[in-house]
DNA sequence: GTAGGGTTAG
């Protein structure tokens, strides 16, 4: 069988889902039948069918059977209806111990892991004892609640029950450290483990790279790969599967190594593990982080099969690319094959709808999820309503919706509000928005950053020097402004005035071209941006050397003639580069994306595709 | 063999 049929099928939508295709009457009496039927319409989740056969059983009184109970709960598990899972349990007139493990992993599969940790103690209170199917189910849900303490509890408890190292029991407890951000205990249990699967493989993998551990995560795929790894079994092409494929593509997104992903992607479509949905979500946001989503689309569109996942990964694609009504028409594609949307959809809409000032959509959008979807809003959401309200210049409008909030306002809610002050040079708002951070105890340097930006936006240079000092006043440093690009293998790095480059002669005398050609083409240095008080020249010579200046005059005398350039930043780009890249981009006749920490920015022709509005 | 470990955002 080719790889990729014996890939996990989707879920299917349970309105597309056949039925039993026959009259009720002749359903068999005998319960062992019943569960052949059953496993067969669990396996296609077939939620009509079930439910049919659900009715005869409770007529017949087969439903008292236990083996049978036990696959009807499982059966609403797949369905992803928990609470029809535990009705059945609690109609159960005993409850053996796997009768609890299909309730316990019914709430783990369905993201209850509150639930599944109480009913995890339920059990133990009735006089069972886990096993290693329940251990696995009782390690997830404490990943997620990160709670390691609890983990590491239930890991102590699995050592002295014997299931320490039990294959299953120990890769879900290496994936519960990772999860819990305890990565040198996963990698101890990992290490300790006397057997390893692909699972336990892919669990480390994830894990490292989850931490930022890009290295690590390359050298245990390596070894994977290759076999190295003693003790794997259980698994054929080496070891890897399409899941290890999507945790090493993430490394390579996170950190945009553009060629070590392009490779993988070559290796995937060999081995056919392209066709997974897991490998080609995780190939969208490759592609579309290392600011090339034409090759997004182009993975979206070839997959077989596409779950919520790669839904998500388009719409955040084209939310961060500035593709709105792609974004808009792509959710109403998703709704339309009967994938249903979930937070994570609605923050793309929501954040799609602040990049494009799209204020009334992104209202529309807000209160769908709660009324159309049941989707209650997090904190997560109302920061990006805020940031969406703040970057279209409504101010008040924005600190109107946080006073109403149900939730308690966090951080990142108070953080988007001073965004749009910086903007707009709101100096009383920012003040206030940054009491309230500081409230809460935040000890990044971004929130001193942004008031000193909103005061120097308003020209209260005062003001923003500080804002500054209160900064270097608590001990904190500001960010360092870095702009790189991927040349030959090499991730190539600037800072402002950069001179550490072996190239800066020649980078500088192109500088000073592009400038010059620039000038002639209408460019006038806009220094208003510049948050310091100093005289007009030399605010003009610390913008003319910006980060990402020096990346683009380092592509443009290294690259080859025609290839866009591709600049990666970590601050956001100020509105004088801005400017200047655009004519830049007209001079020089280049494509020129700029990813910086919000979006992209797609400068052609004199144009950049955020509409100049960022 | 009815029950178990893995994705997608910023």
Redesign the pocket.
């Given at each position: 069988m080719p790889f990729f049929q014996a890939l996990?099928a989707p879920v299917l939508a349970a309105a597309a889902a056949p039925t039993l295709g026959r009259p009720f009457h002749q359903l068999p009496a005998d319960p062992r039948a019943l569960?052949d039927l059953l496993?067969g319409l669990?396996s296609a989740r077939s939620l009509p069918g079930g439910q049919q056969l659900h009715a005869h059983a409770l007529k017949s009184g087969a439903v008292a059977v236990?083996?049978l109970a036990?696959?009807l709960i499982?059966f609403y598990?797949?369905c992803q209806l928990p609470r029809l899972s535990h009705r059945l349990f609690d109609e159960c007139p005993r409850r053996?111990?796997?009768?609890w493990?299909?309730l316990i992993?019914s709430f783990?599969?369905n993201e209850l892991p509150h639930l599944a940790l109480s009913a995890f103690l339920g059990l133990l209170r009735d006089g069972h004892r886990p096993?290693?199917?329940?251990f696995?189910?009782a390690?997830?849900s404490c990943?997620a609640v990160s709670d390691a303490r609890l983990g590491a509890a239930v890991h102590s408890f699995a050592v002295r029950t014997g299931f320490g190292s039990?294959?299953?029991?120990a890769?879900?407890l290496v994936?519960m450290y990772a999860?819990c951000g305890e990565i040198v205990d996963a990698r101890r249990m990992f290490d300790e483990m006397p057997e390893r699967?692909?699972?336990?493989w892919?669990?480390m993998i994830?894990g490292c790279a989850q931490m930022g551990l890009d290295e690590e995560a390359l050298s245990l795929f390596k070894m994977v790969l290759l076999g190295d790894g003693v003790g794997i079994v259980g698994g054929d092409m080496g070891g890897v599967?399409?899941?290890?494929y999507?945790?090493i593509i993430?490394v390579c997104?996170s950190s945009t190594l553009l060629e070590l992903g392009r490779q993988i992607h070559g290796h995937c479509v060999k081995t056919s593990f392209v066709s997974s949905?897991?490998v080609g979500?995780?190939l969208i946001?490759l592609y579309?982080?290392c600011g090339i989503v034409e090759e997004a689309y182009r993975v979206f569109y070839e997959m077989p099969v596409r779950?919520?996942?790669?839904?998500?990964?388009m719409l955040?694609a084209c939310?961060?690319h500035g593709h709105t009504r792609d974004a808009f028409g792509c959710f109403e594609r998703m709704k339309n094959e009967g994938t249903k949307p979930?937070f994570?959809t609605f923050?793309?809409m929501l954040?799609a709808c602040s990049h494009a000032g799209l204020v009334e959509d992104g209202k529309r959008y807000f209160k769908m999820m709660e009324e159309e979807h049941g989707i209650l809003p997090t904190t997560?959401h109302y920061a990006t309503m805020v940031d969406l309200l703040g970057r279209a210049g409504r101010l008040p409008e924005a600190v109107e919706f946080i006073k109403q909030m149900p939730l308690e306002p966090t951080e990142?809610v108070w953080g988007a509000l001073l965004t749009g002050c910086r903007i707009h040079g709101d100096t009383e708002t920012a003040a206030f928005a940054a009491a309230r951070l500081f409230e809460l105890g935040s000890k990044s340097c971004g929130a001193h950053m942004l008031l000193s930006s909103a005061y120097a936006a308003a020209g209260d240079f005062e003001g923003a020097a500080r804002a500054r000092k209160a900064m270097k006043d608590r001990g904190l440093k500001k960010e360092t402004g870095l702009s790189w690009v991927e040349w030959d293998n090499q991730v190539h790095t600037f800072v402002s005035g950069d001179h550490h480059h072996a190239l800066r002669d020649k980078m500088y005398a192109k500088l000073e071209e592009l400038s010059e050609e620039a000038e002639r083409a209408g460019y006038v240095a806009d220094t208003s941006f510049v948050p310091r008080d100093l005289d007009g020249e030399e605010k003009k010579r610390s913008i003319a050397s910006h980060s990402e200046r020096l990346a683009i005059a380092f592509a443009l005398i290294s690259l080859p003639p025609g290839r866009p350039i591709r600049i990666m930043k970590n601050l956001r780009i100020c509105g004088d580069c801005h400017t200047w890249i655009k004519f830049v981009s007209r001079c020089t006749g280049r494509t020129v994306i700029v990813r910086d920490?919000?979006r992209f920015h797609r400068f052609d022709g004199g144009t950049c595709s955020c509409g100049d509005y960022w």
């Amino acid at each position: 069988m080719p790889f990729f049929q014996a890939l996990k099928a989707p879920v299917l939508a349970a309105a597309a889902a056949p039925t039993l295709g026959r009259p009720f009457h002749q359903l068999p009496a005998d319960p062992r039948a019943l569960c052949d039927l059953l496993a067969g319409l669990t396996s296609a989740r077939s939620l009509p069918g079930g439910q049919q056969l659900h009715a005869h059983a409770l007529k017949s009184g087969a439903v008292a059977v236990p083996i049978l109970a036990h696959h009807l709960i499982t059966f609403y598990s797949k369905c992803q209806l928990p609470r029809l899972s535990h009705r059945l349990f609690d109609e159960c007139p005993r409850r053996a111990t796997a009768t609890w493990s299909c309730l316990i992993s019914s709430f783990a599969q369905n993201e209850l892991p509150h639930l599944a940790l109480s009913a995890f103690l339920g059990l133990l209170r009735d006089g069972h004892r886990p096993n290693d199917h329940i251990f696995p189910s009782a390690a997830k849900s404490c990943a997620a609640v990160s709670d390691a303490r609890l983990g590491a509890a239930v890991h102590s408890f699995a050592v002295r029950t014997g299931f320490g190292s039990d294959v299953f029991v120990a890769s879900s407890l290496v994936d519960m450290y990772a999860k819990c951000g305890e990565i040198v205990d996963a990698r101890r249990m990992f290490d300790e483990m006397p057997e390893r699967n692909i699972v336990s493989w892919s669990g480390m993998i994830y894990g490292c790279a989850q931490m930022g551990l890009d290295e690590e995560a390359l050298s245990l795929f390596k070894m994977v790969l290759l076999g190295d790894g003693v003790g794997i079994v259980g698994g054929d092409m080496g070891g890897v599967n399409d899941f290890t494929y999507s945790c090493i593509i993430r490394v390579c997104s996170s950190s945009t190594l553009l060629e070590l992903g392009r490779q993988i992607h070559g290796h995937c479509v060999k081995t056919s593990f392209v066709s997974s949905s897991f490998v080609g979500s995780s190939l969208i946001s490759l592609y579309s982080k290392c600011g090339i989503v034409e090759e997004a689309y182009r993975v979206f569109y070839e997959m077989p099969v596409r779950n919520l996942g790669a839904w998500n990964a388009m719409l955040i694609a084209c939310a961060q690319h500035g593709h709105t009504r792609d974004a808009f028409g792509c959710f109403e594609r998703m709704k339309n094959e009967g994938t249903k949307p979930n937070f994570i959809t609605f923050l793309c809409m929501l954040s799609a709808c602040s990049h494009a000032g799209l204020v009334e959509d992104g209202k529309r959008y807000f209160k769908m999820m709660e009324e159309e979807h049941g989707i209650l809003p997090t904190t997560e959401h109302y920061a990006t309503m805020v940031d969406l309200l703040g970057r279209a210049g409504r101010l008040p409008e924005a600190v109107e919706f946080i006073k109403q909030m149900p939730l308690e306002p966090t951080e990142s809610v108070w953080g988007a509000l001073l965004t749009g002050c910086r903007i707009h040079g709101d100096t009383e708002t920012a003040a206030f928005a940054a009491a309230r951070l500081f409230e809460l105890g935040s000890k990044s340097c971004g929130a001193h950053m942004l008031l000193s930006s909103a005061y120097a936006a308003a020209g209260d240079f005062e003001g923003a020097a500080r804002a500054r000092k209160a900064m270097k006043d608590r001990g904190l440093k500001k960010e360092t402004g870095l702009s790189w690009v991927e040349w030959d293998n090499q991730v190539h790095t600037f800072v402002s005035g950069d001179h550490h480059h072996a190239l800066r002669d020649k980078m500088y005398a192109k500088l000073e071209e592009l400038s010059e050609e620039a000038e002639r083409a209408g460019y006038v240095a806009d220094t208003s941006f510049v948050p310091r008080d100093l005289d007009g020249e030399e605010k003009k010579r610390s913008i003319a050397s910006h980060s990402e200046r020096l990346a683009i005059a380092f592509a443009l005398i290294s690259l080859p003639p025609g290839r866009p350039i591709r600049i990666m930043k970590n601050l956001r780009i100020c509105g004088d580069c801005h400017t200047w890249i655009k004519f830049v981009s007209r001079c020089t006749g280049r494509t020129v994306i700029v990813r910086d920490n919000n979006r992209f920015h797609r400068f052609d022709g004199g144009t950049c595709s955020c509409g100049d509005y960022w």
